[in-house]
């Protein structure tokens, strides 16, 4: 009886922890960079993460003649995906471009 009470229990108790393993963390965003872009209508930025999990956004800050800043954020998205920001007639000066993550 005590060999079939241990096996159940040994049973048991694999079936209670198999789950809890399955429930790790994701990994967070990793491989992310961001960088300059040019186009016909001015100056922006871009920023991508390639691996992990979790929201990137670019942040690009733009300028004006008069050394007036204004911040500019793309759209958040995932792993794989560009997010774009672009300067605009009113601050056309692209100055530092960087990136936000966010986890899930």
């Not at 048991?12 to 491989?31: E, R």
């Not at 300059?36 to 390639?50: K, V």
């Not at 992990?52 to 793309?74: A, F």
Request: net charge positive; aromatic share 12%.
């Amino acid at each position: 009886m005590l060999k079939k009470l241990t096996a159940t229990a040994a049973l048991v108790l694999g079936i209670v922890a198999a789950p809890a393993a399955a429930h790790a963390d994701p990994a967070p965003l990793s491989k992310c960079y961001s960088g300059q872009m040019t186009g016909g209508s001015g100056d922006g930025g871009f920023a991508r993460c390639n691996a992990g999990h979790g929201w990137v956004r670019v942040r690009v800050e733009c300028w004006n003649d008069y050394s007036k800043k204004v911040t500019y954020y793309g759209t958040w998205v995932g792993p794989n995906k560009d997010s774009f920001a672009w300067c605009n007639s009113r601050y056309p000066n692209l100055g530092k471009i960087g990136y936000q993550k966010k986890s899930l």
